[in-house]
């Protein structure tokens, strides 16, 4: 019975296919196979009454292992079984797929990639910075010394060694002027942090996209003309947009652009707090002490910046009415948007 035994492994070890399992499984087990007809040669009435029973018991041992083990071989088998195509031999690339889920990419993520891609276009390196921040690099270095009044417009957290969690993306401007020098041309998405009431355009975390270009002879027309090829990208259409003075230490002149409200059309809803218009993208021309701060040559060089609302600009190309899904980790949220634009 052992020798019979090792002889239907080693099949079933060759056998990768269901037929050739099958054809091992009649073999042995079959009406007339080896263990099939073991026990019907045997003749019962010459073996004593302990000699049946240790037979008896070792027949049917053997017949269980071997119905397990060619079981356990057709599941492998029809496992591992691979549908082949019959003209060149190889898969079936026919064949409907699996029906796997796929994870969605979070509309934000979807954004950023999304203007990455295009400011690459125009030449911009993509650059990050960091979350943890020194009160220098946010406020200082962009000419909002500790008494300003414009800290109070971006209260934040405080780390009890003094550092922050930055306000704003505008931290990286003099880092990156102090890494690379002049000319640069260079974007900073990430996320940035503030102590805020949180309605459906506030939130306390969220993300900003910074830009920063830095060269001889820079002017507004620059600054209009890279926002104006932005939008129209980002939107495939024409959006209206109206600039306003805007006042932040740290760019002379200083703007506000704002987009007509594409959730409501201009009309006026809860997003754009009834006025038509979101603010999008606050920019100006780089202040020079600035560009002291980041060690450039402010008689050869000039330069505009743009802080852009990263999670304002999804809520308008989504139709997103509230910024607090945004973070409300909601599966039915993440997953309405397609995995990658
Ligand atoms: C700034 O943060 C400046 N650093 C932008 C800047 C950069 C100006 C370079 C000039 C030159 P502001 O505080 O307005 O500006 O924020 C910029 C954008 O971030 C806003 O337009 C808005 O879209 C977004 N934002 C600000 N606070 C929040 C918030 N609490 N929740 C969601 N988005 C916010």
New binding site residues.
Partial sequence: MEDIWRQLEAELDRAKSLPEIEQVRIKYLGRKGVITVLAKNTDFGKLSAEEKKSFGQRLNSLKSRAEEAVRAAAERASREAVPQDGATGGPDLSLPGTDRRLGAMHPISLVQRELEDIFQGMGFRVLTGYEVETEYYNFDA?NIPPDHPARD??DTFWLEDGRLLR????AN?VRALEQFGAPIRAIFPGR?F?N?A?DA????????L???LVDRDISVAHLIGVMKTLLSAVFHKEVTVRLRP?F?P??EP???LDVQCLICGGVGCATCKRSGW???????L?HPRVLEFGRVDTSAFSG??????????AMMKFGIPD?RLFNSGDIRFCEQFPVSM
Avoid at 201 to 208: A, G, R, V
Avoid at 304 to 313: D, H, I, M, P, V
Wanted: aromatic share 14%.
């Fill in positions: 962009l417009m971006q306000t704003h993306t505008s401007q940035c503030r805020e949180m355009s506030h939130e306390n975390t969220f993300y900003q910074e830009g920063l805007g932040f740290f760019v200083g703007f506000e979101i603010e999008l993208i606050p920019c100006g780089v505009f910046a743009f802080g852009l609302g990263l999670t304002r600009l910024i």
